[in-house]
């Protein structure tokens, strides 16, 4: 089974600041997706960015990117230039590539503070 | 397109009674999932489906049943409920593909729930 680990409980970043979360995981799948997602107060489930483990280049959307690292089955998400709106939980998960692979293995999140 | 949506938003029972978590999805979509979430342990999946009349057991099952009569509905039914089972509840949905491959899974708003 695959477990995806989120080591900071807890973060923050100074508004217009650079601040990296961290994840890792275990598996001995050689294919597969990892996310970020960013659940705000509201609750609401919120898709951030997505990485497929057979591209090397690393995923980025906007002021979100991803340092992937396969071999040392990392996969951190940098938040560039912080804002307000940033403020939240930001969970780490993991699913298997094969057809009939569909659920999401979730790390246990980070709470971001984003500070004015 | 409403999306995924569920109900209620919030409920509280007493321990003991029994309950039905509403999720539905005007997407088409195949696939189906029940999650948990707990404070400190990220999004656990409950139970899962690939289509009407076809379920399976996720990570923490006990204490849940689900049944899939349409493609569009998915409710998840607590018959004794007890204070564990206290947490917020997420639907979430996406396409099936034939071959590997991804389709994005939307989440619901989320259901909180207190046990007495």
């Known amino acids: 089974a695959q477990t995806v680990t989120q080591s900071q409980p807890e973060m923050s970043v100074q508004e217009a600041e650079t601040v990296t979360l961290s994840c890792t995981y275990d598996t001995s799948e050689s294919d597969y997706y990892l996310f970020w997602y960013k659940q705000p107060p509201s609750r609401q489930m919120i898709l951030v960015i997505r990485q497929e483990a057979y591209k090397q280049q690393n995923a980025t959307e906007n002021r979100f990117s991803v340092n992937f690292q396969k071999a040392a089955k990392s996969f951190s998400l940098k938040i560039s230039d912080s804002q307000l709106g940033d403020a939240a939980m930001y969970f780490c998960a993991y699913r298997s590539l094969g057809a009939g692979s569909y659920q999401l293995t979730f790390g246990k999140g980070t709470k971001l503070s984003v500070i004015p | 397109n409403a999306g995924v949506t569920q109900t209620p938003k919030f409920q509280v029972l007493k321990t003991g009674q029994s309950m039905t978590l509403q999720c539905a999805q005007d997407?088409?979509?195949?696939?189906m999932s029940w999650y948990r979430q707990d404070p400190g342990m990220g999004l656990r999946l409950i139970h899962y489906?690939?289509?009407?009349?076809?379920?399976d057991q996720g990570e923490v099952p006990n204490g849940y049943n689900v049944s899939r009569s349409t493609t569009e509905d998915f409710p998840l039914r607590l018959l004794s409920a007890a204070p564990s089972q206290t947490s917020v509840y997420f639907c979430a949905s996406s396409q099936l593909s034939g071959t590997s491959g991804y389709n994005e899974q939307f989440f619901g708003p989320g259901t909180r729930l207190t046990v007495l």
């Open positions: 997407m088409n979509h195949e696939y």
């Open positions: 489906s690939v289509g009407a009349g076809i379920t």
